[in-house]
Nanobody, 124 residues
């Protein structure tokens, strides 16, 4: 069973950048498609970005397209989420998750394993 640990969250001013990392242990990310989700207080968990298992194709929520980039570092068994031009509405707990299917999936219930989350706070 793979285990996921997120890191890299913190407090940043609007317009700033953060890079989140999701490190896997137990199995490599090459066995999974990976997604990033976020959940703000009082709101449902929402899809942010995902990358496929096979060819590394990426997909983004409209709210982050052009600002966030998901990538995979196979040597470090890590998936990154580079977040630029951050806005106060990006404030949330960010989670990475994996599923064993090959394709990109944007619905949370399709993911099998989740990390514990990392807090991102963007001040105005």
């Amino acid at each position: 069973q793979v285990q996921l640990v997120e890191s890299g969250g913190g407090l940043v001013q609007a317009g700033g950048s953060l890079r989140l990392s999701c490190t896997a242990s137990g199995r490599t990310f090459s066995n999974y498609a990976t997604g990033w989700f976020r959940q703000a207080p009082g709101k449902e968990r929402e899809f942010v970005a995902a990358t496929s298992r096979s060819d590394g194709t990426s997909y983004y929520a409209n709210s982050v397209k052009g600002r966030f980039t998901i990538s995979r570092d196979n040597a470090k068994n890590t998936v990154l989420l580079q977040m630029n031009s951050l806005k106060p509405e990006d404030t949330a707990v960010y989670y990475c998750a994996v599923h064993s299917g090959p394709a990109i999936v944007t619905t949370a219930h399709a993911y099998d394993v989740w990390g514990q989350g990392t807090q991102v706070t963007v001040s105005s």
